[in-house]
């Protein structure tokens, strides 16, 4: 089966102010329709930098990229707009809501881009399914500021899931949330795997990372696979691997999340 | 095209989601573009009004556009044939025009020269006699006053310019019926000449009691006219109109007594379809011997010469307009440039989920443009109702000003400055937003 994402030897280089910096020195990476992946790192390892890639938001500057075994590496820019709107959702740390938006408008938002036109009344069914889908349909009429942190994670999400994506990207959705909340947003985005979209969520936190069913590691600008989790989170005889390296997001100290903590940053 | 329409709808819902999120800003922006567009609407407005002011007075005097200009000598048989040739036709017309004063006898007009009623401009021209034209013998001519005229009183007499014309004038010179009624040239021609005075004249009939008795230079009785009613025809000097056929009984055109000017000479005005009328004129005026050298004749174009004159104007003033624009167009440059600023993550954030540079490129215009037709809208409004409260006023100063409506041409121009200075205004914020990479959305 040809896989969704495949990366083969990605480079990036920083071509910063003084000496250009190697970020990614060759990632390599697969994706299947359905699956869920973690991608742990150290903070500065280039995971944001990935995901910037995978989403078509940068072109890397060696390797291979295809999708659905179609080599998109040097894709326009106009292209990747209409891949990145028919293909792919975002999830970030911060919700990037517009607060002089309904939470409904927010979401249409990903609608009314400019890729096709739909009937106003398609949009509100489409919107509504989508806030649906994470459970906040009821608060379509609210603005963000009277939203929580979680409901706002949640639009958030509802945006990315409108347009029926089939790859979802999120860059630590939880971590300018508590660790219920968190809960509650991972399992949000987990269920859309259950409806065969593919999910990579790169994360600091070790649980959140074992609710997946791929970890990878972010070391050295290269990916190295961590561990299979079986699904739901249990053991790991699943992948017939051995038990302590499926738990392997547990290496990650916890200490070792950014010092910046993004918690107080959003 | 669906694509585009598309594409412009969602620019066009996102521009007013953003308009309305930034109220404040937009009135300001909308503050700083209002003179500028106003000046515009003001200028085209005023432009228009003055040319149709212009183009009323120079059709009036000249005649609508198309119509052929013909000035035949005084001689003889250049009248004769003129005359014969337009017998009965009523798609060109002949006049002649001649001084004469109505009044008492013996005395000299209040108005001597056929001057305004509050000018005086002395004894030009021919004034029942002031001035008289004396030849040497070898036939070098002069003008000499007459002393002994000039004893004679001022009386109860008004100096005036009579036109004599074989058919209707009005259809090549619109002028406007003010009181009674314009002449008919169905009837029998009466022995005693009808008159239609122009406004100036009529001034004279009411502040002078003059009796209808009229003098014409040359003839020997004197008829009693008709005042049949009263016209604008767009002359400030006293003028008086008749049928040509009344007139010919007490004036010999083309046989004038006048050593010095000739025989009164004609004028014609053939309408722009009347081929073979100018035809059989030509070919009369060819048999009498009148060829094309001795004949002066052009079409009359009033529009061309007014808009000449205008274009300048228009130059100058929208020149000026436009800058008060530019000054607006900078106001909202401003303003836009520092929404984009505040509004990078959105940017960002709208590219990640596909919205390409273009359409964020379109949202940004959208908004400037927007905001420029509601400041169209508000100027349009004010003009209008500035035109509306002056219009009164506007139409003692002109007639041609009375009863017209606020040109929607002016409101076409506001509405294109307001777009225009929008587009200006938009077009570096524009390409800023177009500009900001999605990684912004990682990094915030
Ligand atoms: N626009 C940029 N200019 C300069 N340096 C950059 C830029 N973008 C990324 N970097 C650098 O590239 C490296 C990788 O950044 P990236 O954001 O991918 O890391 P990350 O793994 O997502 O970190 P974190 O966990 O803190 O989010 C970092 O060292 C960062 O400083
Ligand atoms: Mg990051």
Known sequence: MTPLVQLIGLTKTLRGQEQPRPILTGVDFTLHSGESVAILGRSGSGKSTLLSLIGLFDRPDGGQYLLDGQDITRISDGKAAALRSAQFGFVFQRFFLLKHLTAAQNVAMALVNGQGWLPRRQRREKVLAALDQVGIAHLAKHRPARLSGGEQQRVAIARALVREPRIILADEPTGALDTETGNLVVDALRATTERGCALVLVTHDADHAARMGRVMRLRDGVLHPEGVNAPFGGAAEWAGLPSDQAGGSSHEPRHARPAESEGVRA | ?444
Not at chain 2, 16 to 27: D, E, V, Y
Not at chain 2, 238 to 260: H, S, T
Not at chain 2, 375 to 386: K, N, P
């Open chain 2, 1 to 444: 095209m669906i694509r585009l329409s598309g594409r412009l709808r969602s620019a066009v819902i996102i521009g007013l989601q953003g308009i309305r999120a930034r109220k404040t800003r937009t009135l300001l922006s909308m503050i700083s573009l209002f003179l500028g567009v106003l000046s515009v609407t003001v200028v085209q407005a005023a432009s228009q009004m003055a040319q149709r002011a212009a183009l009323a007075d120079v059709e009036l005097i000249e005649g609508i556009d198309g119509t052929l200009y013909m000035s035949v000598e005084g001689t003889p048989e250049a009248t004769n044939a003129t005359l014969r040739s337009l017998e009965g036709r009523s798609d060109a017309t002949a006049i002649t025009q001649f001084p004469a004063i109505i009044g008492e006898p013996n005395v000299r007009p209040v108005n001597e020269g056929g001057s305004p009623f509050d000018e005086q401009w002395g004894g030009w021209g021919w004034s029942g006699g002031s001035v008289r034209i004396e030849c040497d013998p070898t036939g070098y001519c002069y003008e000499v006053i007459d002393e002994q005229y000039l004893q004679t009183p001022i009386g109860a007499a008004i100096e005036l310019r009579v036109v004599g014309m074989s058919a209707d004038i009005r259809q090549f010179r619109p002028f406007r019926l003010v009181a009674g009624q314009w002449l008919d040239f169905s009837t029998d021609p009466s022995y005693s000449p009808g008159l239609v005075l122009n406004r100036e004249a009529a001034k004279g009939f009411e502040m002078y009691r003059v009796p209808a008795e009229m003098r014409i230079m040359g003839a020997s009785d004197n008829p009693t006219p008709r005042i049949l009613g009263v016209v604008e025809d767009g002359q400030r000097i006293p003028m008086a109109y008749g049928r040509l056929d009344e007139l010919l009984n007490w004036v010999n055109v083309g046989a004038g007594p006048d050593p010095y000017y000739g025989g009164i000479g004609l004028e014609v005005l053939v309408a722009p379809d009347a081929t073979e009328t100018l035809q059989v004129l030509r070919a009369n005026l060819a048999a009498a011997g009148i060829g094309e050298d001795r004949l002066y004749v052009r079409i009359i174009d009033s529009r061309r010469q007014v808009e000449q004159v205008m274009l300048i104007l228009r130059v100058v003033f929208f020149g000026m307009a436009g800058l008060v624009l530019l000054i607006g167009v900078a106001g909202i440059l401003n303003v836009t440039l520092a929404t984009v600023g505040e509004r990078v993550e959105e940017f960002a954030l709208r590219r990640a989920v596909g919205t390409p540079r273009m359409l964020l490129a379109g949202i940004v215009l959208a908004e400037t443009m927007i905001t420029g037709l509601f400041t169209a809208a508000a100027a349009i409004g004010f003009a209008a109702l500035v035109f509306k409260v002056a219009g009164p006023i506007l139409a003692e100063v002109h007639y041609s000003l009375a009863a017209g409506s606020f040109p929607w041409e002016a409101a076409l121009a506001g509405i294109i400055a307001g777009l225009f200075a929008g587009l200006l205004g938009g077009l570096i914020p524009a390409v800023r937003a177009a500009r900001i990479p999605i990684a912004s959305v990682m990094r915030a």
